[in-house]
């Protein structure tokens, strides 16, 4: 069964800085592209961040300089440290990863993952 799950999100003030973990199980995904993405409050949910299976990064705008994406294929584990963090940072923010592509850069759309996890809160307090 593959199993997507979040931790790490929290309660910070602006400018502080968390680190979002996604362990994965139930099988490989080092040959998958994966992904973050976050919503807040009355929003659609929005493309943070993706690495594809080689650890090219993507970025949204929103987000560039300040967040970094990273994965650990030994751990099965996806990453994204948060600095200078925001307000308007607040979210539930999930790990995704798109198994219908190998060896395939990632995409930003949500409907091109297969898999999610069930999302950590992070709230980011002025």
């Known amino acids: 069964q593959v199993q997507l799950v979040e931790s790490g999100g929290g309660l910070v003030q602006a400018g502080g800085s968390l680190r979002l973990s996604c362990a994965t199980s139930?099988?490989?995904?080092?040959?998958?592209?994966m992904g973050w993405f976050r919503q807040a409050p009355g929003k659609e949910r929005a493309f943070v961040a993706a690495?594809?299976?080689?650890?090219?990064?993507y970025y949204a705008d929103s987000v560039k300089g300040r967040f970094t994406i990273s994965r650990d294929s030994a751990k099965n584990t996806l990453y994204l440290q948060m600095n200078s963090l925001k307000p308007e940072d607040t979210a539930v923010y999930y790990c995704?990863?798109?198994?219908?592509?190998?060896?395939?850069?990632?995409?930003?759309?949500?409907?091109?993952?297969?898999?999610w996890g069930q999302g950590t809160q992070v709230t980011v307090s002025s």
């Open positions: 690495i594809s299976w080689s650890s090219s990064a």
């Open positions: 995704a990863t798109d198994t219908t592509r190998r060896f395939a850069n990632p995409r930003r759309s949500e409907y091109e993952y297969n898999y």
């Open positions: 139930g099988r490989t995904f080092s040959s998958y592209a």
